[in-house]
């Protein structure tokens, strides 16, 4: 059995003291690093919905007898009226996944930037990373 063993460099037996700023930083890289993992859940949904919508869509051409649903209740719609209805919802969520997509972007920056500084500082004796 060979184990992977690496030596520690000095600077990593070296305590290193934690401020108050690096206690802020951990902080807020946490809550960013949360919230990005909910916005890219939340993009995952928005494109699965515009992809059912854009299968309503499409199905609606064929169909000859189309009922819309308001809530929990199913209402028997012409086929411009569903579809303009289904048109607008797309619209709805493309312009939400556009602004989700905008803030996975800037979060992605903050997050980056937090790693930089929190690296330089403390090196391997902390751990930034998804698993």
């Known amino acids: 059995i060979t184990q992977n063993t690496k030596m520690a460099s000095k600077r990593d037996m070296v305590a290193v003291e934690v401020t108050w700023d690096d206690q802020r930083n951990i902080c807020t890289f946490s809550r960013t690093h949360r919230r990005y993992s909910e916005v890219q859940s939340i993009i995952g949904r928005l494109k699965s919905d515009i992809e059912k919508i854009t299968d309503a869509t ?70 930034l990373e998804n698993e």
């Open 58 to 127: 499409d199905e609606i051409i064929i169909a000859d007898d189309v009922k819309y649903v308001f809530g929990e209740t199913f209402v028997a719609v012409d086929m411009d009226l569903a579809t303009e209805l289904l048109e607008s919802k797309k619209t709805s969520l493309e312009t939400e996944l556009a602004d989700r997509t905008q803030e996975l972007e800037d979060l992605q920056k903050t997050v980056d930037k937090l790693k930089v500084q929190l690296y330089a500082k403390f090196g391997s004796q902390i751990y």
